[in-house]
């Protein structure tokens, strides 16, 4: 399974983008998607995920209320809505698949099998 982000870009604070996350060939119905961010100097960060099955969404505690994860099944995506921007949220965004249906362990980069090569997201005025 290949991965591939698109939609990164500058923003102003409080301004929105939205990262798209596709796989080449196949269809990421039967996948767990996540979301990943890694700012420079700082450990990669879970951003939020959607179950393969039930499409149950998980978000970290800093993206609640800001941003939504959702699959366009017409277009074979998974999609990440990121709305009130803030120059913290700067960083390279990952997209992630596994095969299994998470609960407990969604936020865990560990359990994610396949990785797509990043999109940068900057907020900066």
């Known amino acids: 399974l290949q991965l591939v982000e698109s939609g990164g870009g500058l923003v102003q604070p409080g301004g929105s983008l939205k990262l798209s996350c596709a796989a080449s060939?196949?269809?990421?119905?039967?996948?767990?998607i996540a979301w990943f961010r890694e700012a420079p100097g700082k450990e990669r960060e879970v951003v939020s995920c959607?179950?393969?099955?039930?499409?149950?969404?998980f978000y970290g505690d800093s993206m609640m209320g800001r941003f939504t994860i959702a699959r366009d099944n017409n277009r074979n995506t998974v999609n990440l809505q990121m709305n009130i921007l803030k120059p913290e949220d700067t960083a390279v965004y990952y997209c992630?698949?596994?095969?299994?249906?998470?609960?407990?362990?969604?936020?865990?980069?560990?359990?994610?099998?396949?990785w797509g090569q990043g999109a940068q997201v900057t907020v900066s005025s």
């Open positions: 992630a698949a596994t095969q299994k249906f998470l609960f407990g362990q969604w936020h865990l980069s560990g359990v994610y099998d396949y």
């Open positions: 060939e196949l269809s990421l119905g039967p996948y767990t």
């Open positions: 959607i179950n393969k099955g039930d499409d149950l969404t």
